[in-house]
């Protein structure tokens, strides 16, 4: 029957609320009536299409831990038997048919702990299993009062248990390690195979009706297949968002599988499992978690379930919700090379056929009907690629990288690559680091970074920070000699040499008012010395910018701030001192001259310094706030890489800028995230080590855990001497499949087989062959 979106469904949703959280349920062999379990809460309800009604109340005020069951199970041959799993361990059987308490027809208290799952033979009426936290399988006749076999299942916990639709006598078990057992009933020494499915507890397992596979859903967020003819393979995966608590495959559908998550989602899924990223349909009525779900006998379209939001729902297929015909039909993405990869949807519809039609209003139908998403196979669907690739540059043969040439713009990616891996974070001093930093940044054509390392050296490469001083207001307004005498000075346009002069402290008339100036300090009881600005503050003079910073544009001047943004800022070059102190010092206000006096010649001699009365308070220049607006424009332009670099060189005085921490952090995450894509796996690791920040920092402690099974028994090996298996008491798994010797260094190994060996034999193997060399399993080397 063809899985298609269109599936004729009469029957409509209905639900029922219940006392207490639901833990389980089960259906009888008519598929009417229904069973829900809880730690406080057993009943039974019948269900048609009208709805739910409750026919059984076995709990009612009895207080009893036996009553509290974590699973229940439905006979298969009588719909009066039931069976529930209990929380202290006890596995009790109940018979409808009686009145009362007789109801509990059997108790078995023989688990030493809680019980998980119980369920019944398939075609034994009497005989039933059940799997607790002790890690034993009871297999109970409930024509006994006594277990009748004991299973040891050699780990912490079996969660649960299916009989198998293909073998009578054969059940499956799947535990908290991991593993997933086959038992035969008559054999109650040691399982028949055995092997690691998850990375984590399993929690659910279950047959699929007319194909010889087992699936399972575990804690590690996947449902996977299994092939269970020979020696058990994978078939398919599926990757939930949840950690997946119980599985049941679709009658009727071959390549259907229903499931329900243990926390966070509380929708049931319907996969495809051809198509495992997806899921084909979702019931999304539960306010809680799903606890149990059941498919209505050999319907397909109704599928029941319970959780612990205390409500039953009986589901019609039609009315699930279709997560792909919502989901974002194309996608981009920008490769290392600079290239850009674009997929987009394609359909395919299911060809039916149809006879030959004369008239055009079934033309027109049929038109309409073959553009419907109905009939389109979902597993089918599938996206085409396109890729855009960069034109080739010259590349240097020596490096690899792209000849350094002045009239060649570089690529943004091959700067990016280029300055990950030459710029320094630390080793030197700051004064030396800024400088390769900037020396590295020029080589890549970064101008703008280059113009910023710069004055990250000038400012902080040689003064010693502290912490803001907050009263700067009482320094600036001390008529301080210096300060007083630069307050004073006017530009002259009419004797531009002795403004030169009055810069660099040469003429007469500049030491004379300085004199003045010191007189006056006596006076306001400054004893003539200069009062030395705060530490945490820098002054700037005209002279220490020219002598010490060299840019081409003196259009970076902007306001008193130097800009670096995104204008383009070619190579250093120093202006000559006379141009740029005209501008600095045409930018300062003027004297206002009557109207009489723009009709005079200017006079022979006119005095370059004009004392005023009247000194408004100079606000001190403090880099802090200037460096960290130049870091948040870096990253606006793109460069977070720049001005992360910036912060890590400067060490304990970036905690001088007002950045917030949530920006550096968004800083690490971004830039770690470029790294990781270009694979500059070893530059990404120094600059996690680099952090400051706690969730940086803990990038590194993530996914370092590889869990190893021994490749003669497939028991993980969960000891602290490496290879060595406690169970065989061997370290074969230590030896190389290929060569036959113990593996020293690098060790490959296949998670499917359990078997590896030298990485080097291993990629020399596996260029010829296929499977692998000790046990013939379909190995895949990449």
Known sequence: MPDTLEDSDPSTISCICV????????????????????????????????????????????????????????????????????????VSIWDLSKFGRQKQSLVYNEHERTAHTVTFHSSEPNILISGSQDGTIKCFDIR??????????????????????????????????????????????????????????????????????????????????????????????????????????????TYHIASCALVVDYSVHVWDIRRPYIPFASFNEHTNVTTGIAWQGSDSHCLLSTGKDSIIYKHAFKDATRPALKANAQGASLGRNGDISF????????????????????????????NQPGNMQFHLDHSKMYMFMLKNMNMDSGTGYPA?????????????????????????????????????????????????????????????????????????????????????????????HEMGQDLNGNSQEVAHETADASEDGDELGGGGKQQPPPTSSVILSETQIISEITFDNFELLRNGFIYVGPADVTKALALPDTALHHDVQAARPQLDLKASDHEKSPPPHVPSILKVSHVPPIPMWEPHQFVADALMLQND???????????????????????????????????VDQLHRYELWNEACEVINRAWVRSVRQLNQHSTVMH???????????????????????????????????VRGVYAWCQGCSHGGHIEHLQQYFAKHSKCPKCGHLCSYS
């Open 144 to 253: 006994s009062d006594k277990s009748v076999n004991t299973y040891f299942s050699n780990s912490e916990s079996v969660r649960d248990l299916k009989f198998s639709p293909h073998s009578q006598n054969v059940f499956s078990a799947v535990s908290e390690n991991g593993t997933v057992q086959l038992w035969d009933m008559r054999k109650c020494d040691k399982c028949m195979v055995q092997f690691t499915a998850h990375s984590g507890p399993i929690y659910t397992c279950d047959w699929h009706p007319t194909r010889n596979w087992l699936a399972t859903g575990s804690r590690d967020k996947q449902i996977k297949v299994w092939n269970m003819d020979g020696r058990a393979s994978l078939e398919y995966t599926i990757h939930t968002i949840a950690v997946v608590s119980r599985v049941k495959w679709r009658p009727e559908r």
């Open 637 to 671: 332009v793109g460069d977070v890489q720049t001005a992360l670099i910036v912060l890590i060189v400067l060490g304990e005085a970036r905690k001088l800028l007002p950045i917030e921490d949530a920006v550096v952090e968004h800083w690490f995450h971004t830039y």
């Open 343 to 370: 997929a987009n949807k394609i359909k395919e519809y299911a060809t039916k056929s149809s006879g030959a039609s004369n008239t055009k209003t079934t033309n027109f139908i049929s038109r309409r009907k073959s």
């Open 708 to 742: 190893t099974n021994c490749g003669e028994c497939g028991r993980p090996l969960g000891g602290n001497v490496g290879w060595y298996c406690d169970k065989c008491k061997s370290m074969q798994s230590a030896k190389c499949s290929v060569c036959g010797l113990i």
């Open 19 to 90: 006392e207490g959280h639901a833990n389980a349920l089960a259906l009888n062999k008519d598929h009417n009536q229904i069973a829900v379990a809880g730690r406080s809460l057993l009943k039974v309800y019948s269900f048609d299409n009208d709805g739910f009604t409750e026919v059984c109340n076995m709990r009612g005020k009895n207080q009893n831990l036996s009553y509290s069951a974590n699973d229940v199970a439905w006979s298969t041959l009588d719909n009066n038997i039931l069976a529930t799993a209990a929380t202290n361990g006890v």
């Open 404 to 496: 350094h040439d002045t009239t060649t713009e570089l690529r943004v990616h091959e700067c990016f690559i280029g300055c990950a891996k030459e710029l320094l974070l630390s080793g030197k001093k700051l004064a030396e680091l800024c400088e390769h930093n900037a020396n590295v940044s020029k080589k890549y054509g970064k101008h703008n970074a280059t113009t910023l390392w710069n004055f990250v050296k000038l400012f902080y490469g040689s003064n010693h920070f502290e912490q803001p001083f907050e009263h700067r207001s009482s320094f600036s307004n001390q008529k301080n000699p210096m300060s007083s005498r630069r307050a004073t000075q006017v530009a002259s346009d009419w004797a531009p």
